[in-house]
Nanobody, 124 residues
Framework: EVQLVESGGGSVQAGGSLRLSCVLS????????MAWLRQAPGKEREWVAR????????IYAEPVLGRFTISHDNANKTWYLQMNSLKIEDSGRYYC?????????????????WGQGTQVTVES
């Protein structure tokens, strides 16, 4: 059974930084697409960033481009989201998710496995 566990959330002032981590346990295909998504209260879940486990290609949603960095450590089945210059609108619950195969879409529906999420609150 595949399980994902996020950590690293918390409260930070606008302009600050946080680093989220996601650890995968269990067995999954060696080629995967790993992503971070978020959901703010009253809003739909939105995709933030993704990275391919094999080619390492990184794609970001426009609101976070230049501020967030996704990375991965395949040996430890862990991936990260470094968030800099945080804005109030970045607040929400952040989820890591993964699907087998290469990355091909930003649609949250394709991700088969999800963590429980970690809360990020950015204050003024």
């Amino acid at each position: 059974e595949v399980q994902l566990v996020e950590s690293g959330g918390g409260s930070v002032q606008a302009g600050g930084s946080l680093r989220l981590s996601c650890v995968l346990s269990g067995s999954i295909h060696s080629t995967t697409c790993m992503a971070w998504l978020r959901q703010a209260p009253g809003k739909e879940r939105e995709w933030v960033a993704r990275i391919g486990s094999i080619d390492g290609t990184k794609i970001y949603a426009e609101p976070v481009l230049g501020r967030f960095t996704i990375s991965h450590d395949n040996a430890n089945k862990t991936w990260y989201l470094q968030m800099n210059s945080l804005k109030i609108e970045d607040s929400g619950r952040y989820y890591c998710a993964v699907h087998s195969g290469r990355c091909w879409t930003n649609n949250p529906a394709v991700y088969a496995y999800w963590g429980q999420g970690t809360q990020v609150t950015v204050e003024s």
